[in-house]
Nanobody
């Protein structure tokens, strides 16, 4: 059974930073592209970023490009998302996903809440 457990969210002031983690189990992590998506209050799901199997290729939504960094540690079966220069509009529940997913993805994990507020 695929299990994804996100952590690292919290309350941070605008301009601050957070590092999200996603612990994966139930599948061969190193063989799958991994994604981050988010859902802001009252809004639809937004794709944020994706990383290929060895971490050598990454892609970002325009809204986070230059501020967020996706990475992975295949030895630890863990996906990361470094969030820098946070803005209030980054407030959302963040989810990791197995494979390259889009805005139609239906998260089944619990996610981790990021709140950016002064």
């Amino acid at each position: 059974e695929v299990q994804l457990v996100e952590s690292g969210g919290g309350l941070v002031q605008p301009g601050g930073s957070l590092r999200l983690s996603c612990a994966a189990s139930g599948f061969t992590f190193s063989e799958y592209t991994m994604s981050w998506v988010r859902q802001a209050p009252g809004k639809g799901l937004e794709w944020v970023s994706v990383v290929n199997t060895d971490g050598g290729s990454t892609y970002y939504a325009d809204s986070v490009k230059g501020r967020f960094t996706i990475s992975r540690d295949n030895a630890k079966n863990t996906l990361y998302l470094q969030l820098n220069s946070l803005k209030t509009e980054d407030t959302a529940m963040y989810y990791c996903a197995k494979d390259w997913v889009d805005n139609n993805y239906n998260p089944r994990s619990q996610g981790t809440q990021v709140t950016v507020s002064s």
